[in-house]
T-cell receptor, first 113, second 112 residues
């Protein structure tokens, strides 16, 4: 069964600290993996997208890694800011048409002063 | 640039009443369109997708239906809402080989 598991479920960190969110997946075949940021009550916004051959991609203070062999990805946030407080969702796509996204349940990150 | 509009932002409806949520996309043509539902504390669940006008595919059997009367318009409907229809509904569009999906702001539906 295609699944995406994220950990931790929630996380609280102090402003300025770094953190790493984890994503493990069993989706097969694999096309790409995306990380989304979803502010409370808003739609998700894409942060990064990585294909099989890419193992690191950065977007400002966000750096995503992908290990396609172990089927693991991480999202590292550097020098966190209060505005980073949000849910971070890992999504894996299979190459099977237009509907093939498998969503994780997300990690709820709270950055406090 | 492309934009996606979804409304209303919040909606409170009694059980048994009808529903119509609208989503429109600007700045692109022939996009793939999607309706998702996100229950509290749970991941996104794909409800419907459309690859063209009048073409609707349903991912899960339910009390809802979708229509695409125009290329960039996607509507989510129900004839009689159930309590279990409460949730956060998201419209998204995608295009291209990677089919990156761009989401609307969402509609918070409360059925009472």
């Amino acid at each position: 069964k295609n699944q995406v598991e994220q950990s931790p479920q929630s996380l609280i960190i102090l402003e300025g600290k770094n953190c790493t969110l984890q994503c493990n997946y069993t989706v097969s075949p694999f096309s790409n993996l995306r990380w989304y940021k979803q502010d409370t009550g808003r739609g998700p916004v894409s942060l990064t997208i990585m294909t099989f051959s890419e193992n690191t991609k950065s977007n400002g203070r966000y750096t995503a890694t992908l290990d396609a062999d172990t089927k693991q990805s991480s999202l590292h946030i550097t020098a966190s800011q209060l505005s980073d407080s949000a849910s971070y969702i890992c999504v894996v796509r299979t190459p099977s048409g237009n509907t093939p996204l498998v969503f994780g349940k997300g990690t709820r990150l709270s950055v406090i002063a | 640039s492309q934009t996606i509009h979804q409304w209303p932002a919040t909606l409170v409806q009694p059980v048994g009443s009808p529903l119509s949520l609208e989503c429109t996309v600007e700045g692109t043509s022939n996009p793939n369109l999607y309706w998702y539902r996100q229950a509290a504390g749970r991941g996104l669940q794909l409800l419907f997708y459309s690859v063209g006008i009048g073409q609707i595919s349903s991912e899960v059997p339910q009390n809802l239906s979708a229509s695409r009367p125009q290329d960039r318009q996607f509507i989510l409907s129900s004839k009689k809402l159930l309590l279990s229809d409460s949730g956060f509904y998201l419209c998204a569009w995608g295009q291209g080989s990677k089919n990156i999906q761009y989401f609307g702001a969402g509609t918070r539906l409360s059925v009472l």
